[in-house]
């Protein structure tokens, strides 16, 4: 949905325009190690501004999305739990909840968490009455999933060394995200947990 070039502010080399180049082709390349074939759709919200969308803006937004979903026909979406504490997160989930409605038959909404545990409050978690599934990842898997993440050099190399200050992945949260097993909590398609 974002473009992903507010990560690295400081580089001389890695401009706005193209840092969002570099970001969809590693988007691509991540679909790619994950087996997806299909071409992605990028939306090109700039990077930071997801939650400040208005007017003709915001419209366009979600009515891209209710499109898509309409014309894959798919049965389940997945998007960031609307608690997220990453402020594009939030919009995302938010955006994405206006486009369902916008469906004659909405898929069923499943989100998940990406930032939560790194920087959510406990108001910004599920409540306890949210349902939720536990998808495990067995050895294989979570080596797909790390070569995916680390298709986006961008956020995981040297690869723009010219802002020591731009996002990074460390080792570390490298780690954390590849866990044995992912967590889904199911929205109901009115846009509220059942």
């Known amino acids: 949905m ?3 070039s507010a990560s690295h502010p400081r580089s001389k080399r890695f401009p706005p325009h193209v840092l969002r180049d570099v970001r969809e082709r590693e988007a691509r390349a991540g679909l790619r190690v994950l087996g997806v074939a299909a071409e992605p759709a990028f939306l090109r919200v700039r990077d930071g501004t997801a939650a400040n969308l208005r007017g003709s803006a915001r419209d366009r937004v979600v009515r891209a999305l209710a499109a898509a979903l309409v014309a894959s026909r798919c049965e389940g979406v997945f998007g960031p739990w609307p608690g997220e504490p990453h402020p594009d997160h939030a919009a995302a989930a938010k955006l994405l909840e ?7 038959r909405p898929p069923q909404l499943w989100t998940y968490a990406v ?24 050895a294989r898997e979570r080596a797909v999933k790390r070569a995916a993440i680390l298709a986006h050099r961008s956020q995981s190399s040297d690869l723009i060394d010219d802002d020591p200050e731009g996002f990074r992945i460390s080792p570390e949260l490298l780690e954390r995200w590849l866990c ?4 889904f909590w199911r929205i109901d398609p009115a846009g509220s947990p059942d």
């Open 2 to 4: 974002t473009d992903g």
């Open 180 to 183: 044995r097993a992912e967590r």
């Open 115 to 138: 930032w939560l545990d790194e920087f959510g409050t406990p108001d910004d978690r599920p409540p306890m009455d949210v349902p939720f599934v536990d998808v495990a990842l067995d």
């Open 98 to 104: 206006s486009a369902l409605a916008l469906c004659p």
